[in-house]
């Protein structure tokens, strides 16, 4: 099983980085790049406890379908998504944050292992792991981007409102 961390901070309330990572839409959005969409369970909204989704996407050049369901639910602070059918052997992606100095500190942690035995163990290693990498950092940063500009169009709007 290959594991590993991504770590992002972010200038947001927790609850708005929270919400913003359960977000379908902005799901789809964020990886509009491969072509992913909701297919089947909840679709659009906010995800929660016990619900699945089936996304249907093209990675490594291969279009996939997996489906995910949240089997750990704790807001603010905390998240688990778990594979239940796709086209690894084990697929877990633990989503935590915590309130740190202002900020919201998001942790993405992902655990997975390839199928196919020892071919399996050598393609985590030589593309999987590198290419996850990649995609759960990229989305880390449209999730700042997406909470940080939350936070300041709500910020302003309150600003306003107080102004009045």
């Known amino acids: 099983m290959v594991c590993f961390d991504v770590t992002t901070s972010i200038n947001a309330p927790i609850e708005c980085v929270f919400d913003v990572s359960r977000d379908i839409g902005f799901h789809v ?11 089947a369970g909840r679709t659009e ?23 995910a369901k949240i089997v750990a639910f704790d807001r603010p602070t905390y998240f688990r998504d778990e594979m239940q059918r796709g086209a690894f052997k084990a697929f877990g992606h633990d989503h935590h944050f ?14 997975f292992s390839a199928p196919l035995g ?12 590198r290419y996850l990498k990649r995609l759960i950092t990229n989305r880390a940063q449209a999730i700042r981007a997406e909470a940080e500009n939350a936070a300041s169009t709500n910020g ?3 600003q306003k409102k107080t102004e009045r």
């Open 29 to 39: 959005r964020s990886l509009a790049h491969t072509g992913e969409r909701a297919v």
């Open 45 to 67: 909204g906010l995800i929660g406890l016990g619900e699945n989704v089936t996304w249907e996407a093209r990675h490594l050049g291969v279009r996939q379908r997996m489906t």
């Open 98 to 111: 915590e309130m740190i100095d202002g900020q919201t500190v998001m942790t993405d942690r992902l655990q």
């Open 118 to 129: 020892p071919i399996g163990w050598i393609a985590e290693r030589l593309f999987f792991r």
């Open 156 to 158: 302003v709007a309150k």
